[in-house]
Every structure is written in C-alpha cells, then in structure tokens.
C-alpha cells in the first residue's frame, strides 16, 4: 500500500511540473499539448488513488475478519475453562462440565476430538452402560 500511495504522488508531482510548464507556454499548441499531458497525469493519479482506494478496503476487510476471529477464539477459551477431562470408564475419556461452573445446566460430556477442534459437541448415552456414549458429529 505504501508503494501505491508513493507512486500516486509521484503522479501529483508530474502533475505539478506540467501545470507550473503551462503558464510558460505562448503558443496555442504548446498550451493543447500541456494540457493534454497535464490530463494523462490527472487520470494517471486517479487511477493510482482508486487503486490505493482498493487496497485500503481490502485491508479493513481482513482487520474486521481477524478481530471475528479473535473474539470467537476468545468465547472459546472462556467456555472450555468451565470444562474437565475426565475418564468415566477406562478407555473412555470425555470433558465434563465441572461442578462450580454450572450455570443452571444438568450434568453432561463433551466430545474429546471435538472439544480440542474448538467445537463443544455433546455426547449422547446410546444405552445405560457408560461405554457407549457417542457424538454425533464425529
């Protein structure tokens, strides 16, 4: 963005020397030809400010998608904290909600794959043993 914006004035400078050139010209065609250069160079500027124009939209598109990103990845951290590993069966590790962090849930477990995915997805007892629970998305 830097060089866009140096080139743009670069561009206003040409601009510039051609204008201060014009009041020397005398002649009609020397005028038309000054005029018709100073011109190049207008279109030249505002081609390189739209472009620069661009840029800068495009960066405050990525800025506002990094800040989404980071308050999720915030929400995130808060709500796994209120989670535990816990082992209910050998073999059978799950995150449970831990017990002063209720907040008027009952009791349940998370899917371990998908708790360190970021993703909080419960865990569904398919029977009453406690060997058979399940997630659905995995």
């Known amino acids: 963005m830097i060089t866009e914006i140096s080139v743009a004035l670069n561009s206003a400078r040409a601009a510039l020397e051609v204008a201060k050139n014009l009041k020397d010209a005398t002649v009609d065609v020397a005028v038309n030809s000054k005029l018709i250069e100073l011109q190049q160079h207008i279109l030249d ?6 472009a620069v124009n661009d840029k800068v939209e495009e960066l405050a598109r990525i800025k506002d998608e990094m800040a989404a990103q980071l308050k999720k990845s ?13 082992q209910l069966a050998p073999g059978l590790l799950v995150y449970a909600l831990k017990a002063d962090r209720r907040v008027g849930e009952p009791d349940h477990y998370l899917c371990p794959h998908c708790f360190q995915s970021g993703k909080k997805r419960f865990l569904q007892k398919q029977n009453v043993s406690h060997r058979n629970y399940r997630c659905q998305e995995c």
């Open 45 to 50: 500027l505002q081609t390189k400010m739209f």
């Open 74 to 86: 915030q929400s995130w951290d808060e709500e796994k904290e209120r989670y535990e590993p816990r």
